[in-house]
């Protein structure tokens, strides 16, 4: 049972009509379930790359080194694609917000790179839209102003609580709290009903893994409540009611709400496979995300674009690492999730 997100109440805007109808464009090329069955059936990482030439990744692929090195055509092709529908919005503010998520990434890394001592440099990425030496002087200056604003609001806020945080669980604690705050904002602020639920799916289904990886470790309540995320359907207190009942009180609760259907997975089990429980939160969201293939005139398909393509990106992960690693196609398959397409 989801929530129903109705396409029908997006507001009509017509500067997106040139944005939409080239998404839907775009849409005809994404990777579908016969192209994936081809690539998994590809007997060398040659014919791999051969099936590849046929899609949107020809334009990445020389980066790879003969697949060897997929993660870099990976990365190529997510710029290529948040490059491309931000030329094609009329007001990036919320497709920017993906870009966003990169920024982050690398203001924690760099972060706590600096709290060790060490070189953040392999672990950070240029998919943001600050240059990645622009984000290593802030840190080392605690300068935020060449941030937006609101970017810059939530780092204000959230240093007097990283310089008191115990350990480097911690500050990743903080900084994924105050990501999800920051995102869910923005889309309030925009007043964009699509996005604001996409994430609250997103954050329930985060805090879903959560409780289960805390609970089977046998961690305490304080630990749990640490690390929940804010902004979800369900608030902090339903997990933290829940959690003295253990797995039989999680089920029974979970049966109530939009994620009866996972409720009764298997995976949801003193022995279920967190692996697997990944693969039905992700094709959990996807499903989410689909419902605007109904929406004509608005933000929201090139929105759901680029939630495909990343989904499609991990989707080719999974399968290219596997390959790599000689794992037998009956595994890679159980990985893998749905596709947009």
């Known amino acids: 049972m989801m929530q129903h997100y109705d396409p029908s109440m997006s507001p009509w805007d017509a500067r997106y009509g040139f944005g939409v109808g080239n998404i839907r464009a775009l849409e005809t090329r994404l990777i579908d379930e016969t192209m994936l069955a081809r690539l998994l059936e590809a007997g060398s990482l040659k014919d791999l790359e051969g099936e590849l030439e046929e899609t949107e990744y020809s334009q990445v692929i020389s980066l790879s080194n003969d697949l060897q090195d997929p993660e870099a055509m990976l990365q190529a092709e997510l710029k290529r694609v948040y490059d491309l529908?931000?030329?094609?919005d009329p007001d990036p503010a919320l497709t920017d917000l993906f870009r966003y998520r990169y920024d982050i990434h690398n203001l924690k890394t760099c972060y706590k790179a600096q709290l060790i001592g060490e070189d953040p440099g392999p672990a950070l990425t240029d998919l943001g839209l600050y240059p990645v030496e622009e984000i290593k002087r802030m840190i080392a200056e605690e300068d935020m102003g060449g941030l937006t604003p609101e970017l810059s609001a939530m780092m204000e806020e959230l240093l007097p609580k990283l310089k008191d945080a115990p350990d480097s669980r911690s500050v990743e604690m903080l900084f994924d709290n105050a990501q999800y705050s920051f995102l869910y904002a923005q889309?309030?602020?925009?007043?964009?009903?699509?996005?604001?639920?996409?994430l609250q799916f997103q954050i329930d289904l985060i805090n879903l893994k959560t409780w289960l990886r805390i609970y089977k470790m046998k961690g305490n309540r304080k630990l749990l409540e640490q690390a929940l995320l804010d902004h979800g359907l369900l608030d902090r207190e339903w997990w933290l009611d829940i959690y003295g009942g253990g797995i039989g009180e999680l089920i029974s609760r979970m049966s109530y709400t939009p994620y009866s259907d996972l409720a009764d997975a298997e995976v949801i089990s003193e022995d279920g496979?967190?692996?697997e429980l990944e693969r039905l939160t992700d094709d959990y969201l996807l499903d989410y995300v689909k419902i605007v293939s109904y929406v004509s005139m608005g933000v929201e398909p090139l929105i759901a674009y680029i939630l495909a393509k990343e989904n499609e990106v991990k989707v080719l992960r999974i399968?290219?690492?596997g390959k790599l690693n000689h794992?037998?196609?009956?595994e890679i398959r159980m990985r893998l999730r749905k596709l947009y397409a």
Request: proline share 4%; glycine share 4%; net charge positive.
């Open 85 to 88: 529908v931000h030329s094609m």
């Open 187 to 198: 889309a309030q602020r925009k007043n964009n009903c699509f996005l604001e639920g996409y």
């Open 273 to 275: 496979n967190l692996v």
């Open 319 to 321: 399968l290219l690492v």
């Open 327 to 330: 794992l037998p196609k009956e």
